[in-house]
Nanobody, 123 residues
C-alpha cells in the first residue's frame, strides 16, 4: 500500500512557475510508474505527465510539452512536476498517481491517488 501526498500548489501570475511535489510513504517507488493528472472546474480529469522510474521514460500531454517537466528523486521517494510559463488554462486541481505494476500511461492502471493540490493561474 502506498500513500501519496501532493504539495506546492498555489496562486501564480500567467508566465510564472510552480513546482509540485508528490511524496510517497509505505513503499518505495523505484519500480512504479508515476503520473500527474489535473481536473479543472466543469471538466473531466485529464492526463498531464508520466514517468517510469524503471527506464526513466517520460510522457506529456501536448498542451504542456516544452513547459512542464516531470522528474523523480529515489532517495526522497518523491516525484516532482516543474511547471513553467503557466497559463490561465492550467488552472486545476493536480493529482499524483502511482501504478504499482510499472506500466503507467497510457495503458497502465493507476492504483494509488493523492488528495490533490490546487493550482490557480491568473491573467
Amino acid at each position: 500500500q502506498v500513500q501519496l501526498v501532493e504539495s506546492g500548489g498555489g496562486l501564480v501570475q500567467a508566465g510564472g512557475s510552480l513546482r509540485l511535489s508528490c511524496a510517497a510513504s509505505g513503499r518505495t517507488l523505484s519500480r512504479y510508474a508515476m503520473g500527474w493528472f489535473r481536473q479543472a472546474p466543469g471538466k473531466e480529469r485529464e492526463f498531464v505527465a508520466a514517468i517510469r522510474w524503471s527506464g526513466g521514460s517520460t510522457y506529456y500531454t501536448d498542451s504542456v510539452k516544452g513547459r512542464f517537466t516531470i522528474s523523480g528523486d529515489n532517495a526522497k521517494n518523491t516525484v516532482y512536476l516543474q511547471m513553467n510559463s503557466l497559463k490561465p488554462e492550467d488552472t486545476a486541481v493536480y493529482y499524483c498517481a502511482a501504478d504499482r505494476k510499472g506500466v503507467g500511461y497510457p495503458y497502465g492502471k493507476y492504483d494509488y491517488w493523492g488528495q490533490g493540490t490546487q493550482v490557480t493561474v491568473s491573467s
